[in-house]
């Protein structure tokens, strides 16, 4: 889960979600405010005409049945009563008292009493979307004295209408839990379907570092992604372009070199001197050795040799015997028992190039394979002196070689890590090197059971 919001495609998601939850909430909160003040307005409407009626009603009735009129007249909500004790008038008529005195006309007189009915002030349930809830009515609500033609005063009451029925019965669980549900869905696939070109543009850009001939990206979607995909293939075909450019002179380079230095290793057969003749073959041959490894790397950036299912512990167990039998001194234990997707002159190159490299400079190589989490690792140890942390990342770079533990006397171009390392990247497989607590150092293969990138 935590992977998935420090993704582009989680922050987008919770973005929207929250982003629409927020705007759905307040949305809905300006409603319910506006459809209480519609209720309020429609109460107070109701409440002045149901005034005007009751007044003109209660004066048509004969004073001694007035108040029987009353009581059976009156309603929650509006009540017109005998005034019992005189209360403190208002200075001036509330907006409600001087609506209803224009409708009731000169001929009656009304007044405003300050104080509030105690009603008023009582909170009352009213439904919402977010549920029932508790507030004071913000309508009409006063009290009133009246004074009829006949010169009679009442006092006019204007209450709250009484709670809603309904307020606490009505379940919108159900409703917000669509809706949640809903805008979460729509969320998601719209992160989804903005940051998709992204992961593609992502994947593609591993692809191209693991294999160079990765076929170019499909040309869909918005203009800009199409824009950005076109100019992605681009790139990748002026760098296919460089690099086969760089491969082609580099062969071309060593392998026209190769028929020049034969003919010269045999006019130095010719030379007399014995000893000029074994220093000048020397320097020949290490000449050779360099155009032979020059070929290799321009090999190792080769991709078009095509994938196969290998049986890798049969590829391991071949180089490891070849080796031997060239008197090598390479112990090999534990099997991957696992098939490959791999390149097999590829594969059989780096584990040479690995195994050759250790006994080279450690006089013996041991050779162990091992299957973790579907994947095939080999480590391959050699008994030599090491090498400085410091230099572990710089033997990967072309003819780098570390003269204080590995010199020149021992031959090699310094080439064989590159090579090595080049093969591995190409299966989508990992080389690191590490020195081993026992001393020696430990070169760690791991080639992944199926790499796509082919």
Known sequence: MKAFFGSMTGRVFLTLLLGIVLSAALTQWLADAERQRVIEDFRDLHALERSEQLIMATEVVPASARLAYLAVANRPGIRLEEIASPLPRAQALSQFAAALAQRLGPAYML?????????????????????????????????????????????????????????????????????????????????????????????????????????????AGASEIRQASAAFNAMQAR?????????????????????????????????ADAELRERLVGDLSAMQAMVREGLDLARSMDTTETMQALDFDSLLDSVCADASDAGQQVELSGRAAMALMGRPMGLRRCLVNLIDNAVKYGHQAAVKVERVAGAARIRIRDAGPGIAEAEQARVFEP?????????????????????????AEQHGGTLALANHPNGGLEVTLVLPEYYAGK
């Not at 002030?121 to 309508?139: H, I, L, N, Y």
């Not at 003819?399 to 080049?422: K, W």
């Open 239 to 271: 760098i296919r372009q460089y690099i086969f450019q760089r491969t082609q002179m580099l062969a071309a380079i060593t392998h026209d070199l190769q028929t020049p230095l034969t003919r010269l290793r045999l006019r130095l057969e010719k030379v």
């Open 111 to 219: 007044e405003s009493i300050a104080a509030r009915p105690h009603a008023c002030d009582v909170p009352r349930t009213q439904s919402t979307m977010f549920g029932p809830t508790q507030a004071q009515w913000r309508g009409a609500c006063e009290a009133i004295d009246v004074r009829l033609r006949d010169g009679e005063s009442l006092r006019l009451s204007v209450l709250p209408p009484r709670s809603s029925l309904i307020a606490g019965k009505t379940d919108f669980s159900t409703i917000i839990g669509l809706f949640l549900v809903s805008i979460a869905v729509l969320a998601y696939l719209v992160a989804r379907m903005t940051t998709r070109p992204l992961e593609q543009l992502a994947q593609a850009a591993k692809d191209l570092g693991n294999d160079i001939n990765h076929p170019p990206l499909a040309l």
């Open 399 to 423: 003819f780098y070689r570390v003269e204080s533990s590995r010199s020149r006397e021992s031959g090699g171009t310094g080439l064989g890590l590159t090579i090595a390392r080049n093969i």
